[in-house]
């Protein structure tokens, strides 16, 4: 299928930048689906009037941000396309899902552990009490895009390893007759250790999106406390900002 594509000269916005954001928003879009291959830098420039150098920055541009990878004897190739999540209360599997990037999940810790003072205080139970720990990998297409650690408190839901690796959490949470109401949430960045470098399939130091969220149901009770790495080549959030009046 060929791309409607198409550039303005009389805009401000550079010729690469205005490329590269209609590719971006192709493969966002499902247009350009992973494994699909881009064609040829000199058909595309050629088509549309522009230089190779102008084609080739643009093209560069998205296998930067990691939609786009070069491979020899095969072309530019889609790899995947970044999933970009609003700031709502929703589990990163629905958030997948919804994105068309078939989630798989692998669950790594699910078990009873004392809680620390940290989770204690979040969850608002008693340090050393039990606690539910679950600990997965979240994928998309194959590829690891999230490490997912959460705590709930003990005997809240029965939560069966094979589930977990069918479905989101919050999805068993509703199943469960909870009623998710609201969150607290942070969300920072820190360099990968070379532990969580392995299991997201990154370099040690690499740059990592962080979320933590506690999460109340509709009586006010805390139902989990969530820690999140991210790959951000693989993900964003989304803000939206209102003015105050």
């Known amino acids: 299928m060929q791309l409607e594509l198409s550039v303005d000269r009389s805009s401000p916005v550079p010729l690469y930048f205005q490329l590269s954001q209609q590719l971006e928003a192709a493969i966002e879009h499902g247009t350009l689906t ?9 058909e595309l420039a050629a088509r549309l009037g522009l230089s190779r150098p102008t084609v080739r920055q643009a093209i560069q541009s998205l296998v930067d941000k990691g939609l786009l ?8 190739q889609v790899v995947h396309s970044q999933v970009k999540r609003p700031l ?3 589990s990163l599997y629905d958030d997948l899902e919804a994105a068309g990037q078939r989630p798989a999940t692998r669950v790594l810790v699910n078990e009873l552990v004392p809680a620390s003072a940290e989770i204690a205080a979040a969850l608002g139970v008693a340090e050393g009490s039990d606690v539910h ?12 895009m999230a490490h997912l650690c959460n705590f709930l408190p003990s005997g809240l839901i ?3 390893t094979e589930q977990l690796e069918t479905t989101g959490l919050y999805r068993l949470m509703r199943a469960a007759g909870i009623t998710l ?9 820190r360099a990968a250790t070379t532990e969580e470098a392995e299991r997201l399939a990154e370099e040690t130091g690499a740059p990592l999106l962080t979320m933590q969220r506690v999460t109340f149901d509709d009586t006010g009770r805390v139902v989990e406390y969530g820690t999140h790495t991210y790959r951000p080549t693989r993900y964003s959030f989304e803000f939206q900002l209102l ?3």
């Open 34 to 42: 992973p494994g699909s291959l881009l064609g040829n830098e000199i």
């Open 69 to 76: 990878v070069r491979r020899r004897g095969v072309g530019t």
């Open 88 to 90: 709502e209360l929703s």
């Open 133 to 144: 720990r679950v600990e997965r990998l979240r994928l998309a297409h194959g590829e690891p």
């Open 158 to 160: 029965g939560l069966d």
């Open 181 to 189: 109401h609201s969150a607290r949430q942070s969300i920072g960045a």
């Open 243 to 245: 003015v105050r009046t």
